[in-house]
């Protein structure tokens, strides 16, 4: 193997750097807007549940037509609680018990569900 120049690590070290950052980007493993904005798992889930949970869930006409559980109300929600996290996904996943489907929040990843589920439940107690 050939000696190389000393800084020949140096410089490939700097090209790996910026490399790898935008592998991490272009794949998807970090976003900018994460980065840009400090987004937290609670913060998206708190917006998900403003988008699409608080009309049913924040105590609202249609949540009284719906009978759906008042966020922060710990006896309307015992029940649900006592159920389990991962039941709970399942039932606003598939729109089983009364449920709409995702929460009609079509794109909405079965993670972003639980994490919106798990906030609800973090306000709630």
């Not at 490399?19 to 913060?43: D, E, H, K, M, Y």
């Not at 949540?63 to 029940?79: F, L, N, V």
């Not at 159920?83 to 606003?92: D, L, P, R, S, W």
Request: glycine share 8%; hydrophobic share 35%; with cysteine.
């Amino acid at each position: 193997m050939k000696n190389q120049p000393s800084n020949f690590k140096s410089m490939t070290t700097l090209f790996q750097i910026p490399l790898i950052f935008f592998l991490l980007i272009f794949f998807g493993v970090a976003n900018a807007n994460t980065f840009a904005q400090g987004n937290t798992p609670s913060r998206e889930a708190k917006k998900l549940y403003e988008e699409y949970c608080a009309s049913c869930h924040s105590g609202g006409f249609k949540g009284w037509m719906t009978s759906a559980p008042e966020i922060g109300e710990i006896d309307e929600w015992k029940s649900f609680f006592d159920k389990g996290i991962e039941e709970m996904t399942h039932n606003v996943f598939t729109g089983e018990k009364k449920h709409e489907i995702k929460g009609e929040c079509e794109d909405c990843s079965k993670e972003e569900i639980q994490a919106t589920i798990e906030y609800i439940m973090l306000v709630t107690q």
